[in-house]
């Protein structure tokens, strides 16, 4: 007897009886008989469901690409798909794409099945945060809807040729860097100020946050936008030396733009434009990053522009605390670039040290010329899980992980590795230690 394997289907069965095989006949053909045979499928086997969504956590909106990659039926069924993503909505593609408004924790559901009454699931975990707090979070201090004439008491400092006229604060002469005297804010403070008209020949115009007294060379934060090329820089002052905390913003203000910017106590500083969040510098490296101070502005041949509504002050508890701090990171590098003629004689890095306040893993960088580095995190099977590529100018600068990976969520505390190329030539690795 012998038990063929067939696929499901029907076959043509030919029987022959000849016990002896050795009679001779004349009709061979009457001891033998043809019958259909029908097979039918075997026992149904259930599909397998693999799911993934990139990225997995983030702030709202947050969308997610998710992928059924990897689902299969071990029979060879065709598979349908049906996704629920935990907020109500649906889809039946393979590969959807969908977005969360809304912050919280979510289950996206993937459920696949075979036709033949045969399902499976696998689930994704999605967490979303709240985004920053709002830009501004607090009130205007000062329109300048006043007489013509010097702009008063409550602003101090180098103050000579900061003017109101026609209900708008200009520069008339000399160099302007004026403090807002009517309080000391607190280590999450913001400062901003509305462009009424803009001049192309302007020097300089900025924003001083964090101000260590009643004047610039106590100390203090500056964000400075030069409409020509069209960028904002943050910088930090002390000691009568500039320090540039990370390369420059891109960008360009018409008139009736808001140029702002909010400093944190964990040393983040976000630079914006009207209410959108141009992008993010840390400046741990400065020494009162983490204190509170005064607000200001600074104006150099800028008689062709005007301002109005300045405001500024202490961010609300309330409103970082709804945040969860969950801060944007589109510079994940904590970097600081020295002016002058003290440039390092050689490449050097440092080994890695944990900062003791924002928990990143940071790297003390020195470069003789400007250069192209490329930074890279990978964990100890070497799998690369972060890379930031830019160039660096001549200085010395402090290298950064904040802890998250290419998809946005924070990696595990543990053991990695930093892999540090510059300019294509040199390559550095350290050992970084994450801590949780």
């Excluded at 259930?46 to 299969?72: E, H, K, M, N």
């Excluded at 607000?295 to 800028?302: D, M, V, Y």
């Amino acid at each position: 007897m012998v038990t063929p394997s067939l696929a499901a289907g029907t076959y043509a069965l030919r029987a022959t009886v000849d016990t002896l095989a050795k009679a001779f006949e004349t009709i061979e053909t009457n001891n033998a008989q043809t019958i259909p045979l029908t097979i039918g499928p075997g026992p149904n086997r259930p599909p397998i469901a693999q799911a993934s969504g990139t990225p997995t956590t983030g702030s709202a909106p947050l969308t997610v690409a998710f992928s059924s990659a990897g689902s299969s039926d071990p029979d060879g069924d065709p598979l349908g798909y049906a996704w629920a993503f935990g907020d109500g909505t649906t889809s039946t593609a393979a590969s959807p794409s969908k977005t969360y408004n809304a912050a919280g924790s979510y289950s996206a559901v993937l459920t696949v099945t075979d036709g033949r009454n045969g399902s499976a699931q696998a689930t994704v975990p999605i967490t979303v945060t709240t985004g920053p707090p709002g830009f501004p979070a607090t009130a205007v201090l000062d329109n300048f809807d006043r007489a013509n004439g010097p702009v008063g008491a409550t602003w101090v400092g180098d103050v000579n040729g900061f003017v109101v006229t026609g209900n708008a604060a200009t520069q008339n002469c000399c160099y302007v860097s004026a403090v807002w005297n009517g309080a000391v804010f607190g280590a999450d403070q913001e400062a901003y100020y509305t462009f009424s008209t803009l001049g192309s020949s302007v020097i300089e115009q900025d924003l001083m946050l964090k101000v260590q007294g009643t004047s610039y060379t106590s100390g203090h934060i500056e964000v400075r936008y030069d409409a020509n090329p069209g960028r904002v820089q943050v910088s930090t002052y002390q000691n009568g030396s500039w320090t540039n905390r990370g390369a420059s913003i891109s960008t360009t203000f018409a008139a009736g733009d808001r140029f702002g910017a909010r400093a944190l106590a964990n040393g983040t500083v976000n630079v914006y434009k009207n209410a959108t969040l141009l992008g993010s510098r840390s400046i741990t490296a400065w020494p009162f990053y983490n204190l509170g101070g005064r607000i200001g502005l600074t104006l150099e041949g800028a008689s062709s522009a005007s301002f109005e509504n300045y405001g500024g002050g202490t961010v609300p508890a309330g409103a970082l605390a709804m945040a969860s701090e969950a801060l944007p990171a589109p510079d994940l590098s904590d970097s600081g670039e020295t002016r002058g003629s003290d440039l390092p004689g050689n490449v050097s890095l440092s080994n890695a040290y944990p900062s003791p306040t924002t928990g990143r893993a940071l790297m003390n960088l020195s470069l003789p010329r400007e250069t192209q580095v490329q930074f890279s995190v990978h964990d100890v099977q070497g799998r690369e899980v972060w890379r930031e590529d830019r160039s660096y100018g001549a200085g010395r600068w402090t290298l950064a992980w904040s802890g998250q990976g290419a998809e946005g969520g924070r990696r595990r505390a543990g053991i990695y590795l930093a892999r540090v190329r510059v300019g294509g030539e040199q390559v550095f690795v350290r050992r970084i230690a994450l801590l949780p």
